[in-house]
């Protein structure tokens, strides 16, 4: 159960980084001892940067990147939760209950998935 703003997002770069670093640790070990350290260190990196990739990395990357676009074009703000605390706050637009959910019936209705 989530508890915290963004918990998902920093679960799936702790996921990563542990992922990633002990592939990465490990592959580099193997090949540093049979082909240099040289070689280990290169490949543990490309490989430990590959699995935290694949292991949440990308998911976090792609997540940011969306998360900027949509603030340069003035679309959406960086930080939702100080956002959706002023619209329940300050406004009235919202209802902290768990989650955020619209006061008004007629918002409620307008959206409901199709």
């Given amino acids: ?18 992922v990633g670093g002990g ?3 490990i592959i580099g070990l193997m090949i540093g001892l049979l082909g240099g350290a040289g070689n280990g260190l290169s490949y543990g990196f490309l490989s430990g940067l590959c699995a935290g990739l694949w292991y949440g990395g990308l998911d976090v990357l792609q997540h ?4 900027l676009l949509l603030y340069f074009r003035g679309d959406a703000p960086l930080n939702y939760d100080r956002f959706l605390d002023y619209a329940a706050d300050e406004l009235n637009f919202l209802q902290k ?3 955020y959910v619209f006061i008004h019936r007629y918002l409620l209705a307008s959206h409901r998935p199709v």
């Avoid at 679960?11 to 980084?17: G, K, P």
């Fill in 64 to 67: 940011g990147i969306v998360r």
């Fill in 23 to 25: 592939f990465g640790l």
């Fill in 1 to 18: 159960m989530k508890t915290r703003p963004n918990q998902g997002l920093w679960l799936s770069v702790r996921n990563a980084l542990r």
């Fill in 97 to 99: 209950v768990g989650g």
